[in-house]
């Protein structure tokens, strides 16, 4: 599914349904007018394996704003004003492969928002966070 550039504001939580939408793999958002990532908006998308979100106006990404996604292996978020992640936000992300999160407002980042992240040793993740406003690496829980 490609809604790239257009001025979309808001995914209703539903609009993607497991069961519907099973064989999605691919989800493209880039260049829209996104706030936000809630909670349950791309839940249990058992096939998914790509989402790119980059380019929107994303300040904030809910506690399992992707949940249930177990093939997604690619998640870019670049070129947003995200400044705040909360904990858990990529939890079970199992074989994420690539995260990009470069050109955001990010002034702080916990290990803790990649719960059970990347966990099977063949599958190594890379994370781009360059060109953000990172203060503080921490390892505690912010944000519950």
Known sequence: MNFESNRISDIPQ???????????YDI??????????????F??????????LAGNLIT?????GFKQLPRLSTLSLSSNK?????SRAFKNLENLQKLELQFNQLRELSIHVFDN???HWENSMTL?????????LSSYIYGN
């Open 117 to 119: 992240c990347s966990i």
């Open 128 to 136: 781009n966070i360059s060109h953000n406003n990172i203060r503080v």
């Open 14 to 24: 539903n609009l993607f349904h497991k069961n519907v939408h099973k064989n999605l």
């Open 28 to 41: 493209r958002l880039s260049h829209n007018r996104l706030l936000m990532v809630k909670a349950g908006t």
């Open 82 to 86: 995200i400044g705040y992640i909360n």
């Open 60 to 64: 904030e990404i809910e506690t399992e």
């Open 43 to 52: 839940h249990g998308l058992m096939r998914l394996q790509s989402l790119i």
